[in-house]
């Protein structure tokens, strides 16, 4: 601020940049807190994924990078000012301490938020996963911070002469950054983007599945049975003893049709017993009553319908394959008519 209690242009561009900010890179920001409060307490985390043999490219530009147990995604510190087009420091120093010194300087320093210059000061210290001495690095979010804040400072003409060649090196970064999130980048590098799907099943499956086995309900209405009875061309209707392959053709044009992992944790909760070679419960039964039931109620509701237009088992197929494609699956958009 001025002393007429206007604002400064620096204080404008740092809460314009602080305004800009995504919420994946504030998460990335808040992990980074976490970890620095791991050192605080004499904790040094450990990277689950990532290597140096294969760093994260962009461009003509490779900086080894890695995720932490805490799910970090974290630039060696070394390959951070190799990105910048930054030397290492005089001798004895660190990294570190020539990050820290170029953000500090006369030109830049006005353009640098706080926060940015608490991660450069900060440095994150982990293990690789293969064991090893400490290393050093900064959190992915870092760069493209500190790119904005040095392209930032070359359009106020702040930058000196010798620094222009890394503002052109951040202006470089910038747009690989503009085609592809620094996180996606970092997960793609360390192989961590596999690992993340999994999580996500699981978080998927913590809500879509009871962790207890509900009270049995009739969830699949008789209209579903008798199209199937139909389209197959057997005789309806019938007592309690339904063919046996209907658990075959439920998996089929229902279970498998339902978010990707849901029936192989059905069938691991409700498993074959090896006297009957049955299932003792229904896999409906371990359904969520909020998320799972509904949308498998939803699902039948959905396609009795496109049983009932169809003439053929195999029409119906192609309906259905169309409007819930299996994972994974080729989807056919030409359907020809049933003869």
Known sequence: M????NETPQSKGGKARAASVSPEQRSEIARAGATAR??????????????????????????????????????????????LGLSQGTSGGSGGDRLTSFASGKGISPFVSSELRAMIENPIRFRHSKGGGVAFGYPATI?????????SARQAGALQRQQQHIAAQCEALVRAFAKVGIVALVDEATGYQSARERDELHKLLSVYLSEERLAWAKRFPDEFYKQVYRLRGWKWPVGKAKTPLLGHITNDVVYERLPAGVLPKLQELNPTEDETKRRKHRHHQFLSEDVGQPDLRDHILQIIPLMKVSRTWEGFKKHLDVAFPKKGTQILLDIDEET
């Open 38 to 83: 791991w050192a605080a307490l004499g904790k040094v985390p450990k990277a689950t994924h990532g290597s140096a043999d294969h760093p994260l490219k962009i461009g003509d530009v490779e900086i080894p990078c890695y995720v932490l147990e805490d799910g970090t995604r974290v630039l060696s510190q070394r390959g951070t000012l190799g990105g």
């Open 143 to 151: 760069l493209p911070e500190i790119c904005e804040s040095v392209l």
């Open 2 to 5: 001025t002393d007429d209690g």
